[in-house]
């Protein structure tokens, strides 16, 4: 146990059993957070008390470096109950691997402590100058899932030397993440969207902040991590796509589940049949469950197949990369299209804010507008099928 802990460490629990116990309460506030404008201080203190912003830290630094098939359902589980929940949890947790990256001393620096986390979010503009002992940075950063939730920040920026340079990076990752305490950057109330709204998903801006040596790595391709185990010969976007493809695939589960309750006692107004009774609807509703089980199935043995490769072979093959984005991309519009058909189904229902559908479809649409849901990924993976040169970035 690190210096400092102070929640226990012996449950031997898995994250989709711990997600449980905190499920009435997670799901529940759902509509609360969304009022907030972020997480409600009790359901941070569940996910804390329930380890799950710590999945993906290595097991050196008090985490529990979980295999990715866990890491899928577990953020489909947390997507069935609330999406904002999820998506502040993967984020988390996605920046958390990145300590098999640094130092041992940098890593407990910064994960020491049980609620420790870090979140980050692209430049908007930034850069970092190389100086005696580290770097100097100065910018603007966008988009921080997790950042409310956050004791450190990651600052992405491009490097520059001592004449003013440009310095090329390993892999051609266009930028260095450089990491700091939350308390050294102004965070920037400007999220302002239809959906995912309780993540709190703003900027924050900061100028002249030095960064020592050592509190920074790349988080593109290839992350460099110092420890050999198998989750961490996984890029951080294949980790990305594997728990946010998830959270749709949860958002989803959900949404049908609410419209096959709906249609059994529903009959829309003017009409003779209830829902359930009505023969369209029937078919709408079991080729959505095909869809989605679909889904949901193709991604569990993607993720499993390239678990296995990497434990028997130490490396992530391209062409498991490339299954992996294929799968992951596919499912997240797969749960898009199964949404629409429970939002459809559901008629006025649905657009009550107190009905299970309205705010999960904006969240799902939402999914589906960020980087892991471009449907250019698709091509990406024709171009290395038709034996071009892939786009790992």
């Not at 988080?219 to 294949?238: S, T, V």
């Not at 079991?286 to 889904?295: N, Q």
């Not at 519009?333 to 009550?352: N, P, R, S, Y």
């Amino acid at each position: 146990m690190l210096s400092g802990a102070t929640f226990p460490t012996t449950d031997r629990a898995s994250p989709v059993e711990r997600i449980a116990r905190i499920a009435r309460l997670v799901e529940e506030s759902g509509a609360r957070n969304e009022a907030l404008g972020v997480l409600a201080p009790e359901v941070v203190d569940s996910l804390h008390e329930q380890r799950l912003f710590r999945m993906l830290l290595p097991r050196a630094y008090g985490g529990e470096e979980v295999d990715v098939v866990t890491w899928f359902r577990a953020l489909e589980a947390l997507g069935r109950l609330d999406a904002s929940t999820a998506w502040c949890v993967g984020q988390i947790n996605g920046c958390a691997a990145t300590a098999s990256a640094v130092a041992p001393v940098v890593a407990r620096t910064i994960w020491g402590e049980p609620r420790a986390a870090l979140s980050w979010g692209p430049p908007l503009k930034a850069r970092a100058d190389e100086v005696n002992g580290g770097h100097r940075l100065s910018g603007q950063w966008g988009m921080s899932s997790g950042s409310r939730q956050a004791s450190w920040v990651g600052l992405m920026a491009p490097v520059f030397d001592r004449t003013g340079a440009p310095v090329a990076l390993a892999h051609g990752a266009p930028t260095r993440t450089f990491l700091v305490p939350v308390s050294a950057v102004e965070l920037n109330d400007d999220w302002n969207v239809i959906g995912l709204r309780a993540t709190a998903s703003g900027g924050f801006k900061g100028a002249d902040l030095f960064v020592p040596d050592g509190f920074s790595m790349l988080h593109h391709h290839d992350m460099g991590a110092e420890i050999d185990a198998p989750l961490y010969k996984f890029p951080l976007l294949n980790m990305f796509a594997i728990g946010f493809s998830g959270i749709a695939v949860g958002i989803a589960r959900t949404m049908l589940d609410a419209t096959i309750r709906l249609a059994i006692e529903k009959k829309p107004r003017m009409a003779e049949l209830t829902l359930r009774d009505n023969h369209h609807v029937q078919f709408q509703v079991g080729e959505a469950e095909a869809r989605l089980r679909s889904a949901r199935g193709y991604v569990e043995t993607t993720v499993a197949q390239a678990w296995d490769a990497v434990v028997k072979s130490g490396t992530l093959g391209l062409e498991h990369y490339a299954a992996i984005r294929m799968a992951t991309t596919f499912a997240i519009h797969e749960a898009k299209a199964v949404g629409g058909v429970a939002w459809d189904i559901a008629g006025a229902t649905a657009i009550f804010a107190a009905s299970p559908f309205e705010r999960r479809w904006r969240d799902l649409n939402t999914v589906t507008q960020q980087l892991q849901g471009r449907k250019s990924h698709l091509q990406d993976v024709g171009a290395y099928l038709l034996g071009l040169k892939p786009n790992l970035q």
